[in-house]
C-alpha cells in the first residue's frame, strides 16, 4: 500500500532524521515505513498523521478501513460459540485500535463464558480469513470453523490422529478430536473499558 510520507517529508523540507525524530521511530524505522517496506499499522499511522500535522486519511495514497465490523457475538455459555445470525444483530462496529491493521474482524463477549480472559463485553479481534489449520496456529487461541456449521471460539492443539483437533476452552471442557474447516488467530482482545471507547456510533 503507497503512503504520502515522501511527499509530505519534502513539502515541510525535513530530512530522514527529522521526520523521524517527528514521529518518534529510529532513522531506519522512518525510512523502511517512507519506502513500504515496513507496513504502515494504525499504529504508525497515528504517529505520522501528528508528526507532520495532517489527517491519518492523508498519510495514505489510497483509502484502507477506519473502521473493523462486529460481526458477531459470544453468548454466555461455556462452548465458545459465536452467534452471526442477524436476528441478534446488528452488532455495529469500532474504530481501528493501535497495533491493530484494520483488516480483522470482531466478535463481542456477552455474558461470563470466556471468564477474565475475556470479561463481559469485550471484543475479540481475529484475522478475516478463512483457512485450513495451519500449523503456526497450534497452541494458540483462534476462531474455527468446524464442519457441522458451528464457530467457536477455542485454543486450538494436535488431536490424537491427522485431520483432527482438541480444542481447548477458556472457560469448561475441551473438545477431543474434532474436524476443522477453518482456524482464524486471536490477534487482540480488547477489555470492556476501551472496547466501549472504540465504538462508532450508528
Not at 517527528?22 to 517512507?34: D, H, N, P, T
Not at 478463512?130 to 467457536?152: F, T
Amino acid at each position: 500500500m503507497g503512503n504520502r510520507l515522501k511527499e509530505l517529508r519534502f513539502e515541510r523540507g525535513w530530512t530522514h532524521e527529522k521526520a523521524a525524530d517527528a514521529m518518534g521511530v529510529s532513522r531506519g524505522q522512518f525510512i523502511k515505513l517512507e519506502r513500504g517496506e515496513r507496513r504502515l499499522t494504525a499504529q504508525y499511522i497515528d504517529l505520522a498523521a501528528k508528526a507532520f500535522g495532517v489527517r491519518q486519511a492523508e498519510i495514505l495514497e489510497e483509502v484502507i478501513p477506519i473502521t473493523i465490523p462486529i460481526i458477531g457475538r459470544v453468548g454466555d455459555s461455556t462452548s465458545g460459540e459465536i452467534i452471526h445470525d442477524t436476528d441478534h444483530g446488528p452488532f455495529g462496529e469500532i474504530k481501528v485500535p493501535i497495533g491493530a491493521f484494520g483488516d480483522e474482524v470482531a466478535v463481542e463477549v456477552s455474558g461470563h463464558s470466556m471468564g477474565i480472559y475475556a470479561p463481559d463485553g469485550s471484543l475479540i479481534l481475529y484475522e478475516n480469513k478463512q483457512l485450513p489449520p495451519q500449523e503456526s496456529a497450534l497452541g494458540e487461541v483462534c476462531v474455527v470453523g468446524l464442519l457441522d456449521g458451528r464457530i467457536l471460539v477455542k485454543r486450538l492443539l494436535r488431536g490424537s490422529r491427522r485431520g483432527v483437533f482438541d480444542l481447548e476452552s477458556v472457560v469448561g471442557e475441551t473438545i477431543h478430536d474434532q474436524r476443522v474447516g477453518w482456524a482464524a488467530v486471536v490477534m487482540q482482545i480488547i477489555h470492556p473499558r476501551y472496547a466501549r471507547r472504540l465504538r462508532v456510533d450508528t
